[in-house]
Structures are given as C-alpha cells and as structure tokens.
C-alpha cells in the first residue's frame, strides 16, 4: 500500500509545494515547486521531506565561511 504524502501548500526552505506532478521514471512523487524567487521546478516529495532542496539553486547557505576549528 502506498500513501500519498500531501505536501501540497507546505513550505520548504524557499519552496512552496504548489501541486502534485505524478511520478518519475523510478515511481516516486513529484511536486511542481516554487522558489521564492519565482522559479518553478518538479522535484521529488522525499527530497523535500529531507531536506535536499531549499531553494532552485538561487540560494546557496554559507557553509565554507563557518570552519569551526577545535583546539
Ligand atoms: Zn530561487
């Protein structure tokens, strides 16, 4: 048995779910998405929901500046 997950409406990072987009060639959920900055994309339902995506690339988190050293 598999269960939709509705995501639809929910908010991802910069993502908003905006409708269902069936499923990719390996049967997983797909979502049309739209960024904040006003692109939309398809992408799958449990990238969303783990987080991979937040953004459709516009955004990128500052990571390389952050080096936390342990003395
Ligand atoms: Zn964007």
């Known amino acids: 048995m598999r269960a939709i997950i ?5 908010r991802f990072g910069r ?4 409708e269902p987009a069936g ?11 739209r960024c904040d900055c006003g692109t939309e994309f398809i992408t799958r339902g449990k990238a969303l929901r783990y987080g991979s995506p ?6 990128k988190p500052r990571v390389d500046q ?3 050293e342990h003395a």
Request: glycine share 6%; proline share 0%.
């Open 23 to 33: 499923m990719d060639s390996n049967r997983a959920m797909t979502w049309r998405v």
């Open 15 to 18: 993502l908003l779910v905006m």
């Open 66 to 68: 952050r080096r936390k």
């Open 54 to 59: 937040k953004s459709c690339g516009c955004w």
């Open 6 to 10: 509705d995501i639809m409406g929910q």
